[in-house]
């Protein structure tokens, strides 16, 4: 948290005992100077964890409860290189103990059924009631399986896997991965706009081909896509020019030529992307034959990875958080619920406008939300908000590459303020790329501890 220069005179001043404590912002008193109040948070993921921990970093006689169904999370970002072996389904565990014991947050492990906004109490599915002052919640997404044919949640836990919520699925797609015939072919659908994690279907894909390449040398991988383009897109498919002979489509051929070198390949490379224009967007997948129809054809698969069309948490709609859109509405400034302006509502359920579906996203948020929840139980206004992303993605595992933004208020709406330096420049050095993998890697370790340690 950055004091700015008045807050740093106050605080110095404050801890010299010259200033009543009063005097500073709410989120920067020292610890006992707000009420005990009962700050409950829905769903122990990213967003909920940096929220729980961001209370209390922020005052530490704030009551906080996580109720979380599972008792260790299993987390979605990184989850595409069990696919890979790169890491194994016990490396994506990550453990409540440190919050519990080092912040002192309370965890109750149940499902929440029900809230009474009156009383202000979630029921469980253990039959428990618990009340709170403040509720924050962040319940991630769930998968529209049916919005295929021949797709439904039965389906994808035995046949076609979405593993897009890390858990059994993402197991079953490593076995067909690992085990596909030599020749196979492996096709990922991406799923239409808005979905968590925008790069992540791409670098899914990419981390495929290479696993196969030594492996399978004959496999083709194909992603079917409802878009035209993708976030990060120039440097991802840069990459897999270089890394798998991939021939970039004319467009894209032409619009980097002019500012880097790209090759193109008597023969197309074992990784090819069909394009909404191109007939990409998928209709039906059926188990049986082991085949997909998209717009352009019905291709043969011999493993399928349908990640589905997605909405809020089915625990948003539960407490009546969503609206029409399958998402949730909020006032921007400090993701107080437009439907019941008690609640709080961060993460990958959150309508953000400009801010993408991704776990820092939902850390940024989580930080802000609990800026504005201390700031309001001093009966002060919340601080000016500022946001920010950056999403790492691999186009292999020594070739990596980003986007990076900062969001503010723009007239009620969160928009994107830095207008250049997003990306890895497309004339980086291979040492830089490579550098940008190592740090995709610390990042995941860092983000991890700055969530749930
Ligand atoms: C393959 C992949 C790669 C990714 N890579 C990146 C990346 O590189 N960088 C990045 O920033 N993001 C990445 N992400 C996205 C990131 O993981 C999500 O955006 C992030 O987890 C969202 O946090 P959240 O708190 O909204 O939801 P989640 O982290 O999903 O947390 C929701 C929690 O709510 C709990 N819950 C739901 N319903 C109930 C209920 N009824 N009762 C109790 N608990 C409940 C769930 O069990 C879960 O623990 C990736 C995602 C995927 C799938």
């Known amino acids: 948290m950055k004091l700015t220069n008045p807050d740093r005179r106050r605080f110095l001043a ?14 920067a008193r020292p610890a006992g100077e707000n009420t005990k109040a009962h700050i409950v948070i829905a769903g122990g993921g990213v967003g909920g964890c940096t929220a729980a921990k961001y209370l209390k970093l ?74 709170y002052d403040r509720l924050i919640v962040s319940p991630g997404i769930q998968l529209v399986y ?20 890390p858990g059994p699925q993402t197991a079953l797609l490593a076995r067909q991965l690992q085990g596909m015939r030599q020749g196979g072919t492996f096709v990922v659908a991406a799923p239409p706009n808005p979905y968590r994690c925008p790069p992540g279907p791409y670098e899914r894909a990419a981390l495929a081909v ?19 383009s993708f976030v990060t897109d120039e440097t991802m498919l840069l990459g897999w020019n270089r890394l798998y002979g991939f021939n970039l489509p004319e467009d894209y051929r032409q619009r980097l030529a002019q500012k880097v070198e ?3 390949y008597a023969q197309p490379g074992m990784l090819s992307w069909v394009r909404g224009q191109d007939g990409g967007r998928l209709i039906a997948v059926d188990p049986q034959r082991g085949t997909v129809e998209c717009e352009a054809d019905t291709l ?14 089915a625990l948003a709609m539960t407490l009546g958080l969503a609206d029409g859109t399958g998402w949730c509405p909020v006032e921007r400034r400090t993701f107080a619920s437009s439907l019941q302006p008690q609640v709080y509502v961060i993460g990958d359920a959150s309508i953000a406008d400009a801010m993408p579906k991704s776990g820092f996203a939902a850390n940024t948020q989580a930080k802000v ?66 550098l940008a993998a190592r740090y995709q890697q610390t990042w995941l370790r860092t983000f991890t501890a700055d969530c749930f340690a």
């Open 14 to 27: 404050a801890t010299l005992g010259l200033l009543s404590a009063a005097a500073l912002p709410a989120w």
């Open 58 to 131: 922020f005052d530490p006689a704030l009551r906080v409860t996580v109720v979380e169904r599972n008792p260790i999370y299993l987390r979605p970002y990184g989850s595409s290189e069990v696919l890979t072996q790169h890491v194994t389904m016990d490396d994506l565990e990550v453990s409540y103990d440190d919050l519990r014991r080092r912040y002192g947050i309370e965890f109750v492990i149940d499902t929440i059924t029900g809230h009474d906004p009156q009383a202000r109490t979630l029921s469980t599915a253990g039959g428990q009631s618990i009340a």
């Open 146 to 165: 049916e919005a295929y044919a021949g797709l439904t949640e039965e389906v994808a836990n035995s046949e076609i896997p979405a593993a897009w919520i």
């Open 210 to 228: 290479e696993w196969l390449r030594p492996r399978n040398p004959r496999a083709k991988v194909i992603i079917l896509d409802p878009r035209d």
């Open 262 to 264: 790209v090759t193109e």
């Open 300 to 313: 043969a698969a011999d493993v399928i990875n349908v990640i589905p069309p997605q909405k809020a948490g």
């Open 369 to 434: 939300v609990a800026q504005a929840i201390v700031a309001d139980l001093a009966g002060q206004p919340a601080p000016e908000p500022v946001w920010e992303n950056t999403c790492y993605a691999l186009a292999g595992s020594d070739y990596g590459l980003f986007v990076a933004d900062v969001f503010r208020l723009v007239d009620g709406k969160i928009a994107r303020v830095n207008t250049s330096g997003r990306y890895l420049p497309l004339d980086a050095s291979p040492m830089q790329i490579k």
